[in-house]
Structures are given as structure tokens and as C-alpha cells.
């Protein structure tokens, strides 16, 4: 009788597996989910409950190319609606498919897309890219040439480092917040520099002290007392 894998094989094997489907058949057939199932004894819904749930595993036949653009939070702040609307007329041979997707963990360089093309393993990721340079980049894979997908290695982001910053929207987009927030820094900044400077602390204690006033602290072992009273201070 063929046994039935832990929860722990499942995590290890399971992704891989269906990865592997995909490559082979260009989508998950049910045919292959089945023969999966069977040879290795696990049941079928729990197969499709893990292709259901990963945007990039396709349950019907793939266009040549597939789109897909983020909507989630910081991507939708950097007018991925938008752009998901303009290339929507990409569809129309029949031969693209442009679909939203969640958070493609790029929030950085948004808005965030994926490019899938049937015969080629994996996905290609494009990151702050226009409207305009999408639909040449998808008319390049309707060619089979696809330019590779953007790297970190050259982008130093418009601060020099990376930086994700959900408000940073047009002049008039979150601005109550984004008051708030310099308003809030401006006033931490002046903290620490007295503490600095006319208290002495050192480095450490005033990170402990930011992080305090912030709430970011990542333990729950209780702040020291000079720096617990520095934040209700503040
Ligand atoms: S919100 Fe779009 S990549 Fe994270």
C-alpha cells in the first residue's frame, strides 16, 4: 500500500511537483494532477487546494503570453489599475492574456509585473515599468524575444537605497498622512538628538528608544527604565 507523505513532505514536494506539471504540460492538466495523486498518495483536493492558492499555477490552457500585473496596496498607489485597463487591448489576437495578480513581494519598485510565455520555464519580472514599455516588452515575447527581467543589481532606487514608501503618491494623494508622519519624525529626530547630545546615550540605547517610541520593538522583554521613561517623555 503506497503511504501517505507527513505534512513536512508535503511542504518539501508538493510545489516542486506541480511546478514540474506545469513546466511539462504547460498548465495542470487534470490528468497529470490525477497521476500525481495516485503515484504518490496524495489526495486530489489537496493538490488543487495548493494550485488554487499560488496565483502563478494555471488550471486551464495558457495563452502564448500571459500578463500579470499587481493590484495589491503599493503597486495600486503606483497606478496599476490603470495600467492593467490600458493593456487590457493586448488581449484582443487571442494570443495574451492580462490578469491582476497579489503582491509579487516588489512593493519597492512598484507597480510590479510578471511575464509568463508557454515553452519557457519560470516567469520574467519587470518592476516600475510604464504602460508603454509592457506592451513592447509583451510584443518582444510574441516574437520569443523577452527581454530579462529587471535585476536589483543596477537599481539604486531614486534614495540610493531601497525604500518602500506606500504614501509617496501625487501632491494631493495622503497628504494628511504624510504630514503626520514627517511631523511625528521631525519630533523623533529632536528626541534623540538631546539625548545624544545633552543626556550622552549611546548608540544602542537610543535605537532601543526609536524603536520603543515606535512600537517596532520585536521582543517583549521590557524596555530599560531611563529609556521606558524617554518615550513617555516624548
Ligand atoms: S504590492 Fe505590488 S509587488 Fe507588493
Redesign the pocket.
Known amino acids: 500500500m503506497t503511504k501517505s507523505p507527513s505534512a513536512e513532505s508535503y511542504r518539501a514536494t508538493l510545489v516542486p511537483a506541480l511546478h514540474e506539471i506545469q513546466d511539462t504540460h504547460g498548465y495542470l492538466t487534470p490528468a497529470a494532477l490525477r497521476e500525481y495523486s495516485q503515484r504518490v498518495g496524495v489526495p486530489l483536493y489537496r493538490l488543487q487546494a495548493v494550485a488554487s492558492f499560488f496565483p502563478h499555477f494555471r488550471l486551464s490552457p495558457p495563452k502564448k503570453v500571459t500578463v500579470r500585473v ?1 493590484r ?4 495600486h498607489l503606483a497606478g496599476s489599475g490603470g495600467m492593467l485597463d490600458a493593456l487590457r487591448s493586448l488581449e484582443e489576437g487571442g494570443q495574451v492574456a492580462v490578469e491582476g495578480a497579489s ?5 519597492d519598485r ?3 509585473t510578471s511575464v509568463a510565455v508557454v515553452g519557457e520555464h519560470g516567469e520574467h519580472y519587470y518592476h516600475g515599468r510604464s504602460g508603454d514599455d509592457l506592451r513592447g516588452i509583451v510584443m518582444g515575447a510574441l516574437q520569443s524575444s523577452l527581454p530579462p527581467s529587471d535585476s536589483d543589481a543596477s537599481h539604486a532606487g531614486p534614495y540610493g537605497v531601497s525604500r518602500i514608501d506606500a504614501y509617496d503618491g501625487g501632491a494631493r494623494e495622503y497628504l494628511a498622512v504624510r504630514k503626520v508622519l514627517a511631523a511625528r519624525d521631525a519630533s523623533l529626530a529632536a528626541a534623540e538628538e538631546i539625548l545624544r547630545t545633552q543626556k550622552n546615550w549611546d548608540f544602542e540605547r537610543v535605537r532601543q528608544f526609536r524603536l520603543g517610541a515606535l512600537r517596532q520593538r520585536r521582543t517583549d522583554s521590557p524596555l530599560a527604565p531611563e529609556v521606558a521613561e524617554a518615550v513617555r517623555e516624548w
Not at 495589491?72 to 503597486?75: K, N, T, W
Not at 503582491?103 to 512593493?107: K, N, P, S, T
Open positions: 499587481c495589491d496596496m503599493a503597486c503582491c509579487l513581494g516588489r512593493c512598484a507597480p510590479s
